[in-house]
């Protein structure tokens, strides 16, 4: 089992920037993808980026991609979320995610991949 302890998020201005940062512990860290997911009230939960094993691989989501960047630290343990020119529409709950043991996908890329979330971490972007 995997836990994952979130940080930052917060309330910004529209064209701003947040780093998120998720810290885990538990299995070896360095063997699995991890991934940020975001859910809007009344919306589903969704990926937003995800980032294989080695860090040398990443994916994003058509709305964030060229404004977010995910990135690892294998040593450490983190994941972190990089996040400039805030829109209103990036306003959620913003997850941390660790793949099930049984995962052997590069990406983690939907939710009924996770076997681990962070508590959430709450992001407003003001218009």
């Known amino acids: 089992q995997v836990q994952l302890v979130e940080s930052g998020g917060g309330l910004v201005q529209a064209g701003g920037s947040l780093r998120l940062s998720c810290e885990a512990s538990?299995?070896?860290?360095?063997?699995?993808?991890m991934g940020w997911f975001r859910q809007a009230p009344g919306k589903e939960r969704e990926v937003v980026a995800t980032?294989?094993?080695?860090?040398?691989?990443?994916y994003y989501s058509d709305s964030v991609k060229g404004r977010f960047t995910i990135s690892r630290d294998n040593a450490k343990k983190t994941v972190n979320l990089q996040m400039n020119s805030l829109k209103p529409e990036d306003t959620a709950v913003y997850y941390c995610?660790?793949?099930?043991?049984?995962?052997?996908?590069?990406?983690?890329?939907?939710?009924?991949?996770?076997?681990?979330w962070g508590q959430g971490t709450q992001v407003t972007v003001s218009s």
């Open positions: 980032i294989d094993w080695s860090g040398r691989r990443t």
């Open positions: 538990g299995r070896t860290f360095s063997n699995y993808a």
């Open positions: 995610a660790a793949p099930r043991p049984d995962y052997i996908g590069t990406y983690l890329l939907e939710p009924k991949g996770v076997g681990s």
